[in-house]
C-alpha cells in the first residue's frame, strides 16, 4: 500500500503483512490440487493443513474442528444455516452479514444498552420463551464501535437455556482474546484480511461436540462441511497471518491503545466518542462531529489523502445512519455524522496526527461557514 495514502480503516481490512504476503507467493507458485494424492496434490494439502493448525492454535481449537471458507460472512452463514436451531436470536448490534440473515430467518432481536452491551437480562428472557434449541449469534467485538461482549457471561446464559452460542470473532482476533474454550462458545468465525492476512479466506470453528447437519453437497472437502476446492494460496497466508497477529498481540494491543488515546485526545472539543465507558478493541474509535454529515467528512478526508469510514458503510460504498448506534439510543442526527478511525499493524504517530490534521481541518470549515 501507497505511503502517500493515510491508512486509518484496519476494520475494514488490515494492508496484507509482508509474511502472509511471501506465503500467499509460494503457494500460487505451486502447482496442486489439495484432494490430488500424487505429490504435487500432497503439498498443497501439507500447505493447507499447516495453516488448519496455525489457526486453530491462535483460538485454542483442535485443527480437525477448523473449517476453511471464503470469509466470516460465509462461516458465519455456514454455521447458522448448518446448526439445526429451532430458533434464532441475535443482538441487536450484530454486522450486517448477521442482520440480514436474521431478518429473513424471523430471528428474536436481543437489545443492547446506552454503551452497546448486551442486556442479559433481556437476553435470558428471550431464550426462556424461545424454541428448543436456540442458537445465539453475538460478535465479540463490534466493528463499528469497538465494543467487546462479554462473551463468557452470554455463554452463561445460553448454557441455562441449553442454547447454541455462535461467536463473530472476525474484527477480534488478534486485537483481544480469542479462546472457544475460555468462552464456551459452540461456534466461532475468523477472518484472514481483518488480520493482515490475504482476502477470500475465513473460518468457522467448531467446539466439540457442536451440532453440524451439513446442507452443501460436493467434493466433500473440509471433511464434508464445506464443499468445493480450498484456496490454498489465500489459506496459507491465512495461517501465517493469523500466527503473527496472536504472537504479538499484547504488544500490539498496548501500542494501538497509546495510539487511540492520542488520537481522542486531539478531536475537536464538540467530538462525540460512543462506547467509551464499555470495553473496547485498543485500535478502534467510533466518533461524530455534530453538523457534518459522514459522507462528507469521509469525501473530504479522502481527498486530504486519509482514508476513514463511516460507521456503517455498506458494500456498495454509500453512507446510511448506523443501527449500532440507533440500537445504543444515540440520536439519528447524531449518528449520521459518526464516523469510524481504526489503526493496525503498520499505523504509526505520524498516521494519527496526519488524519487529527485533516479532521480539525474539516471541522474548522465548518466553524467559518458556521459564523459567514
Given at each position: 500500500?501507497?505511503?502517500?495514502?493515510?491508512?486509518?480503516?484496519?476494520?475494514?481490512?488490515?494492508?496484507?503483512?509482508?509474511?502472509?504476503?511471501?506465503?500467499?507467493?509460494?503457494?500460487?507458485?505451486?502447482?496442486?490440487?489439495?484432494?490430488?494424492?500424487?505429490?504435487?496434490?500432497?503439498?498443497?494439502?501439507?500447505?493447507?493443513?499447516?495453516?488448519?493448525?496455525?489457526?486453530?492454535?491462535?483460538?485454542?481449537?483442535?485443527?480437525?474442528?477448523?473449517?476453511?471458507?471464503?470469509?466470516?460472512?460465509?462461516?458465519?452463514?455456514?454455521?447458522?444455516?448448518?446448526?439445526?436451531?429451532?430458533?434464532?436470536?441475535?443482538?441487536?448490534?450484530?454486522?450486517?452479514?448477521?442482520?440480514?440473515?436474521?431478518?429473513?430467518?424471523?430471528?428474536?432481536?436481543?437489545?443492547?444498552?446506552?454503551?452497546?452491551?448486551?442486556?442479559?437480562e433481556a437476553l435470558a428472557d428471550l431464550l426462556a420463551h424461545a424454541?428448543?434449541?436456540?442458537?445465539?449469534?453475538?460478535?465479540?467485538?463490534?466493528?463499528?464501535?469497538?465494543?467487546?461482549?462479554?462473551?463468557?457471561?452470554?455463554?452463561?446464559?445460553?448454557?441455562?437455556?441449553?442454547?447454541?452460542?455462535?461467536?463473530?470473532?472476525?474484527?477480534?482476533?488478534?486485537?483481544?482474546?480469542?479462546?472457544?474454550?475460555?468462552?464456551?462458545?459452540?461456534?466461532?468465525?475468523?477472518?484472514?484480511?481483518?488480520?493482515?492476512?490475504?482476502?477470500?479466506?475465513?473460518?468457522?470453528?467448531?467446539?466439540?461436540?457442536?451440532?453440524?447437519?451439513?446442507?452443501?453437497?460436493?467434493?466433500?472437502?473440509?471433511?464434508?462441511?464445506?464443499?468445493?476446492?480450498?484456496?490454498?494460496?489465500?489459506?496459507?497466508?491465512?495461517?501465517?497471518?493469523?500466527?503473527?497477529?496472536?504472537?504479538?498481540?499484547?504488544?500490539e494491543s498496548a501500542r494501538l491503545a497509546a495510539l487511540r488515546d492520542?488520537?481522542?485526545?486531539?478531536?475537536?472539543?464538540?467530538?462525540?466518542?460512543?462506547?467509551?465507558?464499555?470495553?473496547?478493541?485498543?485500535?478502534?474509535?467510533?466518533?461524530?462531529?455534530?453538523?457534518?454529515?459522514?459522507?462528507?467528512?469521509?469525501?473530504?478526508?479522502?481527498?486530504?489523502?486519509?482514508?476513514?469510514?463511516?460507521?456503517?458503510?455498506?458494500?456498495?460504498?454509500?453512507?446510511?445512519?448506523?443501527?449500532?448506534?440507533?440500537?445504543?439510543?444515540?440520536?439519528?442526527?447524531?449518528?449520521?455524522?459518526?464516523?469510524?478511525?481504526?489503526?493496525?499493524?503498520?499505523?504509526?504517530?505520524?498516521?494519527?496526527?496526519?488524519?487529527?490534521?485533516?479532521?480539525?481541518?474539516?471541522?474548522?470549515?465548518?466553524?467559518?461557514?458556521?459564523?459567514?
Amino acid at each position: 500500500m501507497s505511503r502517500d495514502l493515510i491508512y486509518c480503516d484496519y476494520n475494514a481490512g488490515a494492508p496484507v503483512r509482508p509474511e502472509a504476503a511471501d506465503a500467499v507467493a509460494r503457494a500460487l507458485s505451486a502447482a496442486g490440487n489439495p484432494s490430488s494424492v500424487h505429490g504435487a496434490g500432497r503439498r498443497a494439502r501439507a500447505l493447507v493443513e499447516d495453516a488448519r493448525e496455525r489457526v486453530g492454535a491462535a483460538v485454542n481449537a483442535r485443527p480437525e474442528n477448523v473449517v476453511f471458507t471464503s470469509g466470516a460472512t460465509e462461516a458465519l452463514h455456514l454455521a447458522m444455516q448448518s446448526a439445526g436451531a429451532a430458533s434464532l436470536i441475535v443482538s441487536a448490534v450484530e454486522h450486517d452479514a448477521v442482520s440480514v440473515q436474521a431478518e429473513r430467518a424471523g430471528a428474536q432481536i436481543a437489545p443492547v444498552d446506552g454503551d452497546g452491551c448486551i442486556v442479559r437480562e433481556a437476553l435470558a428472557d428471550l431464550l426462556a420463551h424461545a424454541a428448543k434449541p436456540a442458537l445465539v449469534v453475538v460478535q465479540l467485538a463490534n466493528n463499528e464501535t469497538g465494543i467487546v461482549q462479554n462473551i463468557p457471561a452470554v455463554a452463561a446464559i445460553c448454557r441455562e437455556h441449553g442454547a447454541l452460542l455462535l461467536v463473530d470473532a472476525a474484527q477480534a482476533l488478534g486485537r483481544v482474546a480469542v479462546d472457544i474454550a475460555d468462552m464456551d462458545a459452540t461456534y466461532l468465525v475468523v477472518s484472514s484480511y481483518k488480520i493482515g492476512g490475504p482476502s477470500g479466506a475465513g473460518a468457522l470453528v467448531l467446539n466439540a461436540g457442536a451440532p453440524f447437519v451439513s446442507t452443501r453437497f460436493g467434493g466433500g472437502q473440509e471433511r464434508g462441511r464445506r464443499p468445493g476446492t480450498e484456496n490454498v494460496a489465500a489459506i496459507a497466508g491465512f495461517g501465517v497471518a493469523a500466527e503473527i497477529a496472536v504472537r504479538s498481540q499484547a504488544e500490539e494491543s498496548a501500542r494501538l491503545a497509546a495510539l487511540r488515546d492520542r488520537f481522542e485526545d486531539g478531536l475537536p472539543n464538540e467530538a462525540m466518542v460512543f462506547g467509551a465507558a464499555a470495553p473496547r478493541m485498543s485500535n478502534t474509535s467510533n466518533f461524530a462531529l455534530p453538523g457534518i454529515a459522514a459522507e462528507t467528512a469521509v469525501i473530504a478526508m479522502d481527498l486530504a489523502g486519509v482514508a476513514v469510514s463511516s460507521g456503517a458503510a455498506c458494500s456498495s460504498g454509500k453512507v446510511r445512519s448506523s443501527r449500532v448506534l440507533a440500537a445504543m439510543g444515540v440520536r439519528n442526527e447524531i449518528a449520521r455524522a459518526a464516523l469510524r478511525v481504526s489503526f493496525g499493524w503498520a499505523s504509526t504517530q505520524a498516521d494519527v496526527d496526519a488524519c487529527l490534521d485533516a479532521l480539525n481541518k474539516i471541522a474548522a470549515r465548518r466553524t467559518l461557514a458556521g459564523a459567514a
